[in-house]
């Protein structure tokens, strides 16, 4: 059934505009009965962002597609027994860094991160795979067996056989990482903060791809732009077809229009409130036109000042706004008028409605080349190789120009963990405080490998298994040590630590769990099912994680009545998983008025204080939230 043409012409754009921004792959551009282009909901995409199944379907409409889509939809829907847990061991001031490195797999960190960090990232950098042949990408299990897929992308008629000669490895292929990408994109949208910006290492092998897909991720109008980087400064040809490729490119999306480049210092400081104007830093702009009489009458006028009732005249090329958009500038009070009437009226235009500063920002970035990134980790690390580290001159412009005090930095595919090294570097360079996160799976590093030996062999001589999140860590601590030995800004709080947090399987034995999900009953059999290797603190953080608590918040220990309890935050979060609870320590940790307090289900001394508790935390601390496991 043709669902396209069905979509009702009395849809308000107002009610498309929601769907639009909450999903939109489901609102597309089709022809009207004039053959007019309008924006239209595709109810098959939204069926299928609202199944967990596959929703057959569709029809001819503008928009990327390729085999496994629909499945790469599903994955990033699907929820997942999963939890983080914690590694004080392997981290870095554990207690009270605000940097967080994740080891797994990135689409369940993504996954696992949607709660706390809704809305919260102000900037992610991502350098995946580019899917040079050589990569690895993650396969997700979901691709499909050869003949599936063969059969799926047409390439095998009815009888079984194949119509085009040598193309299923390329199409599979490209295929397999739009898969890959697909799901991460969507869950990394949403962590953005409303000005929040993504930007994404490509080169050309999928920089077409992605651009659509990003389109459809993420809107195509919060497209910012494709920076050309000119990433390889020798002249060795590398290229069969005689252009030798020495660029790549770094594609930035926002996540709505609110986003901005902070721009060069120079544009920046041209603002300033010299009259303590409520609406910010201010400059002023030429308000003369830039048309003749004939072309715009309209903005051919004399201007007076309506107090003084000087005036002004009309310039040659008349003014920059008619007449009605000029009364109201001048009733908001953005119209400067001189005292003389031999000068010329200015206005107002203020930095924080600025759409852009960033015009000093050149769309080609250059000046540092790949070959810095390996002489910066060559330094740190001694020989170890790593495929083509960034620069961290590259991530340092980007957070300089995106991120303020406070912000978030996340990159989920880590590698050498240059992302946590050049957002420090940039903390101590301008005294701003900002927080990074990293995930990098634990990919195997191969001691036979020519491109991975020397880290494999690194990893020995340090003693930590032999894989890359080892190696993301050990540039991470070096990394810092260095910076903190080093002239820095007084203002930073040089955090050089990272909370390790591993993604694993959920804390409970064979079942999917949830605290909000499941019963009672269920409950009562899933407290007893908790896998004997995980501690109370892997506990904890599965309850951060569920309830979308801060995973960097610092966390106490204390011992209350013979029981652990654990304070996040001081009273962010009160936790106790031991068994035999009393009454008088209830009493006690609802004498700290804890926001939320997590008890273990079956952990109580009797039923008689389990049934009390509620009523003690009433009387004592009435706004806490109170939950089980
Ligand atoms: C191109 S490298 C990133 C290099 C990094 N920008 C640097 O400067 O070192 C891509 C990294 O992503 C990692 N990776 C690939 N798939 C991943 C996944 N599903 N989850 C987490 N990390 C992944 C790879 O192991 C690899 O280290």
């Avoid at 085999?67 to 004080?88: Q, Y």
């Avoid at 994109?185 to 092998?205: F, N, P, Q, T, Y």
């Avoid at 899933?526 to 603190?537: C, L, Q, S």
Wanted: include cysteine; glycine fraction near 6%.
């Amino acid at each position: 059934m043709d669902k396209l043409k069905m979509h009702s012409p009395n849809l308000t754009d107002e009610n498309v505009a929601m769907i639009r921004d909450m999903f939109p792959s489901c609102v597309t551009e089709a022809a009207d009965e004039t053959g007019k282009l309008r924006w239209v909901v595709d109810f098959h995409s939204l069926s299928q962002e609202l199944s967990d199944y596959i929703v057959d379907g569709g029809q001819e409409r503008y928009h990327l597609n390729w085999p496994g889509k629909r499945e790469a939809l599903i994955i990033s829907n699907a929820p997942i027994a999963k939890t983080l847990r914690p590694a004080p061991s392997e981290s870095l001031e554990y207690a009270n860094t605000k940097n967080l490195l994740i080891e797994g797999d990135n689409l369940d960190a993504l996954k696992l991160l949607q709660d706390t960090y809704l809305g919260q990232i102000k900037m992610i950098y991502i350098d995946p795979p580019y899917n040079t042949g050589n990569d690895f990408v993650y396969d997700d299990r979901f691709s499909q067996g050869s003949s599936k897929y063969l059969e799926m992308s047409s390439q095998l008629d009815a009888d079984g056989n194949r119509l085009i000669a040598n193309t299923s490895a390329n199409g599979r292929f490209h295929s397999d990482w739009l898969s890959m990408i697909y799901p991460r994109l969507r869950l990394a949208k949403k962590l953005l903060k409303e000005d929040g910006l993504i930007i994404i290492s490509i080169d050309d092998v999928e920089s077409s791809g992605l651009r659509l897909l990003c389109d459809e991720v993420f809107g195509r109008e919060n497209f910012v732009a494709q920076f050309i980087w000119k990433s390889r400064v020798s002249e060795d040809t590398r290229a069969t077809s005689g252009v030798s490729t020495d660029h790549e490119y770094l594609v930035c999306y926002s996540r709505s229009d609110s986003a901005y480049f902070r721009g060069s210092e120079k544009d920046v400081n041209k603002f300033s409130n010299p009259d303590d104007d409520p609406r910010g830093p201010w400059r002023s702009a030429d308000l003369t036109g830039l048309a003749t009489k004939d072309a715009r009458p309209n903005l051919h006028y004399d201007l007076i000042d309506p107090k003084t009732e000087i005036n002004y005249g009309c310039p040659p090329k008349g003014w920059r706004f008619e007449p009605r958009t000029m009364e109201q500038k001048i009733r908001e009070g953005r119209v400067l008028f001189p005292s003389s009437v031999d000068g010329r009226p200015r206005h107002k235009l203020f930095m924080n409605e600025m759409k852009s500063l960033f015009k000093n920002i050149s769309s080609v970035v250059s000046g540092f080349s790949t070959a810095d990134g390996t002489r910066e980790l060559n330094s740190l690390m001694g020989g170890v190789a790593f495929t083509f580290p960034k620069p961290t001159a590259l991530i340092k412009l980007f957070v300089e120009q995106i991120t303020q005090e406070d912000d978030i930095v996340l990159d989920f595919f880590a590698g050498s963990g240059t992302t946590a090294d050049g957002v420090m570097q940039q903390c101590a360079a301008d005294g701003l405080s900002r927080k990074f996160i990293l995930v990098q799976i634990p990919e195997k590093l191969d001691r036979e490998s020519p491109a991975q030996g020397t880290a494999a062999e690194f990893c020995d001589k340090l003693g930590v298994p032999r894989n890359i999140a080892e190696l993301t860590k050990e540039r991470v601590r070096r990394a810092g040590a260095r910076i903190i030995e080093r002239p820095r800004h007084p203002s930073w709080n040089a955090d050089v630590g990272f909370r390790v947090l591993k993604v694993d399987t959920s804390n409970m034995q064979d079942v999917f769990y949830r605290p909000d999900e499941v019963g009672q009953a269920d409950l009562l059999a899933a407290v007893d099912n908790i896998k004997p290797d995980r501690t109370p603190e892997d506990l904890l953080f599965q309850v951060l994680v569920d309830w979308g608590v801060d995973l960097t918040l610092p966390i106490r220990r204390e011992t209350i009545h013979g029981k652990t309890v654990f304070f996040v935050d001081d009273n962010a979060l009160a936790a106790c998983f031991d068994s035999g609870v009393t009454e008088e320590l209830v009493k006690q940790l609802a004498g700290h008025v804890p926001l939320r307090m997590v008890f273990r289900d079956n952990g109580f001394v009797s039923d008689a204080v389990k049934i009390n508790v509620e009523q003690i935390f009433r009387q004592l601390s009435p706004n806490t939230d109170i939950k089980s496991i």
